[in-house]
């Protein structure tokens, strides 16, 4: 049925005014809170998304450390890159393409990933870096 068909859509009234938010499709969706370019629109590409390839170089730097087998600093380099990319949506405006849902949403996610991975980092064996006794314990108790 065309939406000139409805029932209840007469000369007076807008297609689609009597239905249920339910069943209307989405035709866009909103740009995520500042999910607008870095840098002006006449700025080369890289340059506009400079705070979503900043965390990735980082990132990869990272991987790249941990692939020539110096897992701890590779992970805390990732670790660390994932805390930036909070920090950065924290502070700028506009991030570009790191904005992926709202600025409190993304903030939440890249810092608890980046502190988790830190803190995992740290604790890995052999030789950890950092001790929590709880942990040992709950470790033990679930062994």
């Known amino acids: 049925m065309r939406p ?7 000369p007076g ?5 009597g ?12 740009r995520p809170e500042g999910g607008g370019r870095a840098a002006p629109g006449d700025a080369p590409a890289p340059a506009r998304q400079w705070p ?4 990735m170089g980082v990132t990869g730097l990272g991987l790249l450390i941990v692939a020539f087998d110096a897992f701890r600093v590779g992970t805390l380099l990732i670790g660390l ?6 920090v950065l949506r924290w502070a700028l405006p506009s991030v570009g393409m790191l904005a992926v849902r709202s600025r409190f949403t993304d903030m939440i996610t890249y810092g608890g ?7 995992l980092s740290l604790m890995a ?19």
């Open 113 to 119: 990933l980046g502190g988790a991975i830190l803190l």
């Open 4 to 10: 000139e068909e409805e029932p209840g859509s007469g």
């Open 52 to 55: 979503l390839l900043a965390v």
């Open 125 to 143: 064996q052999p030789h950890p870096w950092l001790k929590v006794p709880f942990l040992e314990d709950i470790l033990h108790f679930t062994v």
């Open 19 to 30: 239905k249920g938010r339910r069943f209307q499709l989405t035709r866009d969706t909103a």
């Open 81 to 86: 890159a994932m805390a930036g990319g909070a």
């Open 13 to 17: 009234k807008e297609p689609g005014a």
